[in-house]
């Protein structure tokens, strides 16, 4: 006799601590320490994934994030959970890219801000897409 697996549903609906995080996370940002300072912060994101909103294959990018802090800075583990909600969601490369600029841009508002996507080669294509913004004046 077999014994029954337990309820797969009912462990479906139950997220794990960190399914819980990244759902909940959001771009935190926090007073700049060095306002009227001009420096440039770099954070590379190495483990980005998204899924192709084509096919459905799972898409693999650095993401890099260079700003000039304006009076806020992001927080680091915020922008961690933020990048890996992305995990599936159907969106395409350039898409995605933008999106992070356009909610960076609302979170922390800088004086600049780039963003770059190096995507993971797949079908022998490397895709590169790179935004920026700067402050208006």
Do not use: W
């Amino acid at each position: 006799m077999t014994q029954a697996a337990p309820d797969a549903d009912l462990n479906a609906a139950e997220m794990k601590y960190g399914e819980r995080h990244i759902a909940e996370g959001k771009l935190i940002t926090f007073p700049n320490p060095r306002i009227g300072r001009r420096y440039t912060i770099d954070i590379t994101l190495p483990e980005f994934t998204c899924k192709c909103p084509f096919s459905g294959y799972p898409d693999f990018a650095t993401i890099h994030i260079q700003y000039v802090p304006n009076e806020k800075v992001v927080e680091l583990k915020a922008i961690k959970l933020y990048i890996n909600s992305y995990r599936d969601q159907y969106i395409s490369h350039e898409e995605s890219v933008n999106q992070i600029l356009d909610d960076f841009v609302a979170a922390c508002d800088p004086l600049e801000a780039r963003i770059k996507g190096d995507f993971s080669p797949r079908g022998n294509v490397h895709t590169v897409v790179e935004v920026y913004h700067q402050k208006a004046e």
